[in-house]
């Protein structure tokens, strides 16, 4: 089980960038979770490569990325 913790190693916030361009640049790339009516149209993405998970949710008018859990 991921430990609650800041982010301080420049390769985590590497990991983290990488993964938030992807998602900016296609908010599409996550997979769309099971739709609940409080969380509607939430998508989780995760690259492999730099081991970072991301839930975000996107909106009719542009995408907003929130970032509730981060597994680095």
């Known amino acids: 089980m991921p430990v609650n913790r800041w982010i301080t190693s ?8 990488r993964a938030l361009v992807v998602i900016s640049e296609g908010p599409g ?6 739709d609940d009516p409080g969380h509607p149209r939430l998508r989780e993405y995760t690259d492999t490569v730099e081991g970072v998970r991301l839930l975000y949710w996107t909106r009719a008018l542009g995408t907003i990325v929130l970032v509730p859990c981060i597994e680095v």
Do not use: F, Q, R, S
């Not at 420049?10 to 960038?17: F, K, R």
């Open 10 to 17: 420049e390769a985590e916030v590497h990991a983290l960038d």
């Open 29 to 34: 790339a996550g997979k769309l979770l099971p």
